[in-house]
């Protein structure tokens, strides 16, 4: 009983402080909001039966195997539901993504281009959606000199992967589902300034510029041309969908 209450009050926790954004994707917070009531009212409940001195009744011919004592089990359910009250989720980062792959970020290039356009104003763009528009045309000079404006994370740089000098990568992790299936999307930022400033990883940066192509290790990217770069707070949801 305790054990699934505690667990209705942690998702309606989390869904009250906004932290429910950290761990699903938005579209199931209706379902989760709702399991959360159910647990609480199955709970209450369960508790009025105890106090009233009523138990389910058991058929001698009913049999119920299990791997751990009934009262394990309970008690393993309700410290992790204390656990998750006491600890604050946190936002996946620099960390989680070095352990993923980022070849989601388009590498692959034309060597014929064709003259490409797309409706949005180049300048309202995420970085999500850049990366996600070099997934239908990855030919990056078909948007040189367009205005960028992106916000994200510093991703360190690994010596393989061919970053060149005043180059940093700026990262967001987008999420199908959960904070489980979340992959990290990247795009190079070439700094301002003949001695660009090394940002810390995790460092959240707004950056403004334009397009241009450059070479990172044997492949043509797209890249950000700064011509500003801005520490600012991490957003509330880090995420993009």
């Avoid at 209705?8 to 009250?16: H, K, P, S, V």
């Avoid at 409706?119 to 959606?129: Q, T």
């Avoid at 700026?170 to 700094?191: E, G, K, N």
Wanted: charged share 15%; glycine share 8%.
């Amino acid at each position: 009983m305790a054990a699934i209450g505690s667990w209705g009050a942690l998702l309606l926790t989390y869904w009250r402080t906004g932290q429910l954004a950290l761990l699903v994707h938005p579209l199931y917070n209706g379902l989760i909001v709702a399991a959360g009531m159910l647990l609480l009212i199955a709970s209450t409940f369960a508790g009025i039966k105890i106090v009233r001195g009523r138990s389910p009744k058991r058929t001698g011919d009913e049999e119920h195997l299990t791997v751990l004592p009934p009262t394990l089990t309970s008690g393993i359910l309700l410290a992790a539901a204390i656990l998750g009250l006491l600890i604050a989720p946190k936002p996946l980062a620099s960390a989680k993504a070095m352990q993923q792959q980022t070849s989601a970020s388009v590498t692959v290039t034309r060597s014929n281009p064709q003259s490409f356009r797309a409706n949005r104003d180049p300048a309202e763009r995420s970085l999500v959606e850049w990366v996600r528009l070099l997934n239908v045309y990855p030919e990056p000079t078909a948007y040189e000199g367009q205005a960028m404006e992106i916000s994200g994370f510093v991703l360190p740089a690994t010596p393989g992967d061919g970053l060149p000098p005043g180059y940093i990568w700026l990262a967001r992790f987008t999420i199908t589902c959960c904070a489980a299936d979340a992959y990290p999307l990247v795009l190079p930022v070439q700094l301002p300034g003949n001695r660009p400033k090394s940002y810390e990883a995790d460092t959240w940066l707004l950056t403004t510029g334009t397009a241009q192509t450059a070479k990172i290790g044997r492949d043509r990217r797209l890249a950000v041309k700064a011509t500003q770069v801005r520490p600012i707070e991490a957003p509330a949801n880090p995420y993009e969908y």
